[in-house]
Nanobody, 126 residues
Framework: VQLQASGGGWVQTGGSLRLSCEAS????????SAWFRRAPGKEREFVGA????????FYADSVKGRFTVSRNNAKNTVYLQMNSLKPEDTAIYYC????????????????????WGQGTQVTVSS
């Protein structure tokens, strides 16, 4: 599976962006997909995830209520809608996927994911 992330850019505080992660190579619809981010000088952190069915989503506390993960299985694409952006959301955002159906205790762990996209930069100015 190859993952291609896109949609990053520059936005002012309070603005919105939508990231996309398109998969190719295999049927993506049964995968657990996630978004992680790495801010300058910080460790990579979990942002949000969605199970293959789309019915279960998980979020980091820092983005809950502002970010939404969704998927379109027909397009083999996962999205991250980011609203009310803050300067602390500035980071490189990565999409990831695994064919396993992860549970709450593991979905936030980067080493549970087998495939990673190249990252897309999001910059939020104050």
């Amino acid at each position: 599976v190859q993952l291609q992330a896109s949609g990053g850019g520059w936005v002012q505080t309070g603005g919105s962006l939508r990231l996309s992660c398109e998969a190719s190579g295999r049927t993506f619809s049964t995968y657990t997909s996630a978004w992680f981010r790495r801010a300058p000088g910080k460790e990579r952190e979990f942002v949000g995830a969605i199970r293959w069915s789309g019915g279960n989503t998980f979020y980091a506390d820092s983005v809950k209520g502002r970010f939404t993960v969704s998927r379109n299985n027909a397009k083999n694409t996962v999205y991250l809608q980011m609203n009310s952006l803050k300067p602390e959301d500035t980071a490189i955002y990565y999409c990831a996927a695994t064919p396993r159906s992860l549970i709450l205790s593991t979905v936030r762990q980067a080493n549970e994911y087998d495939y990673w996209g190249q990252g897309t930069q999001v910059t939020v100015s104050s």
